[in-house]
């Protein structure tokens, strides 16, 4: 179970009444909930280009660090991530850059960028390049 923070432009989740998915194609976390998760749409937000271990599903065991990717265009007063479910299989571990990857190093089923002294991550992340490595499991609405 991995965390994984994205754009919510709605407010799914904010009460009992609201738990019905928006239609809004600004709205990641509707659209994850709904489709599940796509690696045709990762990277796409001008604001995150920047993909350390190159076009894969981010996701990560430190909530903290998911919580810099949680992005509220809806007016909700409150933060929304997912807790999802993901079968990373064989990692390849790694502690620097390979940002040009779009599928793991041979041999490997995913990535694990580890954090460290002689890395260049502050915290974990866990990278997937196949759709079907990870579901949603839990929508989590915080403060």
């Known amino acids: 179970m991995l965390w994984h923070g994205t754009t919510r432009a709605c407010t799914i989740g904010d009460s009992c009444s609201q738990g019905i998915l928006c239609a809004k194609s600004s709205c990641s976390l509707c659209g994850i909930i709904r489709m599940s998760f796509s690696i045709a749409k990762a990277g796409q937000r001008p604001d995150h280009a920047f993909s350390r271990f190159g076009s894969g599903i981010y ?3 430190t909530s903290s660090k ?4 949680v992005q ?4 909700s007063p409150y ?4 807790l999802s ?3 990373t299989g064989k990692m390849a571990f790694m502690t620097t850059n390979r940002q040009n990857l779009s599928q793991p190093p041979s041999g ?4 694990f960028g580890i954090p460290g002294l002689s890395s ?10 196949r759709d079907e490595a990870i579901h949603p499991s839990f929508l ?3 403060c």
């Open 59 to 61: 996701t990560t065991a």
């Open 66 to 69: 998911a919580n810099d990717y």
């Open 72 to 75: 509220e265009r809806g007016g």
């Open 79 to 82: 933060h929304a991530m997912l």
């Open 85 to 87: 479910e993901v079968v």
């Open 108 to 111: 490997y089923d995913s990535v």
């Open 120 to 129: 260049v991550l502050n915290y974990d992340e866990i990278v997937v390049y």
């Open 140 to 142: 989590v609405i915080y």
